[in-house]
């Protein structure tokens, strides 16, 4: 078995990968940062109250900027890279993970809207390695980081594997179809593949309600069962990416899988 | 230090847990959340999205007339390589998002529309549609926010919302939101 730290370098690198694809998106996108685009500072302004001072109001627009973004994900890469590069559990790695994930809340303060889970198990997974690694952990703590990430990812699964199953929508199998019917997650080729396929759009929603509910049993099974949810997961997370545009979850996901190894072995 | 942690991400668990359940108590812990770090993982259930939304706008013209209705493009056809790399995705899912805000005022607290106009999310749609080029001579914008239904559509297109007619800044004044509507 690896030690805690090996498990913990994986699920770093894997999270990097991830988290460099999605830095580098937004770079690509980084004029609907403008005070016209989607992402734009002045209505993400409009949640915090107004500054009396026109200087503290004037820090804000700055703040707000698509400039100020562009520097926090430069910021983002440069923090990152140290993170790889320094000593696992070192000052040095504590610091830059120090700085990344300061500059992951504030950039999840600058956007209001368009967050998914990616974002989110990303933003989990690295506040937990910046928590439970460095020159102040001990085994324990290593531990219980390990533990957290691997019950964050069963929760995922077995919640959204839940709510789907009380949906009568995913039950009936229409859902998979309809998702696949549009434009923003969906492809044409696969809507017409399955539109006549009643049966297997039953199918395929049952096997991805049943899976991801019972996804936490990963933690208990033996062998070769625990990999088995795994390795469908992989293969799930890759499908969404290729019908459904969904890149970012399958590095945000996966990044997670070294933690449930191990906690796995721990129990069995 | 290292018990801080531990009971730091033992208390982040808990309330994981409690952020999957629809509690009305905890929408107003969630609205607190500027980090972003309460995570909600029920994707797409239990009401999975299975349409489309597209932002409109047209423009009022001084002598009264009204121009065509054009979409705002945010939903680009996706590339083979989107499996791969994706950045289009996060403007689509920001209106996704926003149309969600929206949808919930008008229906479950049955909002005013001048409370709508209100929201971030109308704002939002509004900052975006006002800083589109204008047709010649226009002084008012007005945007819509559309629902389609896939690619082989069961069901007409749907109206969600309609804004009132916003006047835009004069050209060459800047572009500060005028939210007076006619």
């Known amino acids: 078995m690896h030690s805690m730290l090996q498990v913990y370098e994986l699920v770093l690198l894997v999270s990097a990968v991830g988290l460099t694809i999605s830095t580098l998106e937004f770079w690509a996108i980084v004029p609907t940062f403008s005070p016209a685009g989607v992402h734009s500072g002045t209505i993400t302004r409009l949640r915090f109250r107004a500054p009396r001072s026109s200087r503290l109001d004037s820090l804000m627009d700055r703040l707000f900027s698509e400039q100020a973004v562009r520097a926090l994900l430069i910021l983002r890469l440069m923090a990152l890279g140290l993170a790889l590069l320094a000593p696992l559990g070192s000052a040095l790695f504590s610091a830059a993970m120090t700085l990344l994930v300061l500059n992951i809340l504030a950039f999840n303060v600058r956007r209001l809207l368009g967050d998914d889970g990616s974002d989110q198990m990303t933003a989990i997974v690295l506040i937990t390695v910046w928590l439970c690694v460095g020159p102040h952990s001990t085994a324990f703590i290593q531990l219980i980081g390990l533990w957290f990430i691997a019950l964050q990812a069963c929760l995922s699964y077995a919640s959204a594997g839940i709510a789907k199953l009380i949906s009568p929508e995913w039950r009936s199998g229409r859902a998979i179809f309809g998702i696949f019917n549009t434009t923003t997650y969906g492809h044409e080729w696969a809507a017409k593949f399955l539109r006549e396929r009643p049966g297997l759009q039953k199918f395929l929603a049952w096997q991805v309600i049943v899976v991801e509910s019972l996804f936490p049993l990963c933690l208990v099974l033996p062998e070769p069962w625990g990999w088995a949810f795994l390795g469908w997961g992989a293969l799930f997370h890759l499908q969404c990416a290729a019908i459904m545009g969904l890149n970012s979850f399958f590095w945000a996901f996966t990044a997670t899988y070294p933690a449930i190894v191990y906690v796995s072995a721990t129990v069995g | ?182």
């Open chain 2, 1 to 182: 230090m290292n018990a801080i942690i531990a009971v730091v991400l033992a208390a982040w668990f808990v309330v994981s847990i409690l952020s999957q359940f629809s509690f009305k108590w905890f929408e107003r812990v969630r609205h607190r959340d500027v980090f972003g770090l309460l995570p909600l993982w029920t994707f797409f259930a239990p009401n999975p999205g299975q349409s489309d939304y597209h932002l409109v706008c047209r423009d009022k013209l001084a002598d009264g007339r009204l121009s065509q209705w054009r979409e705002v493009e945010l939903n680009e056809p996706r590339k083979w390589y989107s499996l791969l790399w994706n950045p289009e995705k996060r403007g689509k899912k920001v209106l996704v998002d926003a149309v969600q805000v929206l949808a919930e005022l008008v229906t479950t607290s049955g909002a005013q529309k001048s409370a709508l106009m209100l929201s971030t999310p109308y704002l939002l749609a509004l900052n975006v549609v006002s800083h589109l080029e204008r047709e010649q001579g226009a002084t008012h914008r007005q945007f819509a926010i559309v629902e389609t239904f896939g690619f082989t559509p069961s069901s007409e297109m749907e109206v969600l919302l309609v804004s009132g007619f916003h006047a835009l800044p004069r050209e060459g004044v800047g572009n500060a939101l005028h939210a007076s509507s006619l």
